[in-house]
């Protein structure tokens, strides 16, 4: 299983950025699709997740509003559609399949290996 996202950069407050996530090795049925951050000194964080099955999604609260998760099963693509970004999104971004629907990282077994996302006021 390999997991590899692009579209991360540099990006000014209030402005939009599109991540994406090709995923090889399986597909999205049954399991649950997240986007997950990481900033210096800080823990990794779920921003939102959506089920492989239902579509059903789960956003942080910090993001909720904001941020748009997707998938595109038949392609094995999954998005992070980032709207009105604010410095403090600044991290490296990391998409994640995993057996659950959660914000929580335990249950994920696969990550990429993470994007860059700076955001300048």
């Known amino acids: 299983v390999q997991l590899v996202e692009s579209g991360g950069g540099s990006v000014q407050a209030g402005g939009s950025l599109r991540l994406a996530c090709a995923a090889s090795g399986l597909t999205f049925d049954g399991y649950g699709i997240a986007w997950f951050r990481q900033a210096p000194g800080k823990e990794r964080e779920g921003v939102a997740c959506i089920s492989g099955s239902d579509g059903r999604t789960i956003y942080s609260d910090s993001v909720k509003g904001r941020f748009i998760i997707s998938s595109a099963s038949a392609k094995k693509m999954m998005y992070l559609q980032m709207n009105k970004v604010k410095p403090e999104d600044t991290a490296v971004y990391y998409c994640?399949?995993?057996?659950?629907?959660?914000?929580?990282?335990?249950?994920?077994?696969?990550w990429g290996q993470g994007t860059q996302v700076t955001v300048s006021s």
């Open positions: 994640a399949v995993g057996s659950f629907l959660t914000l929580q990282p335990g249950p994920y077994d696969y």
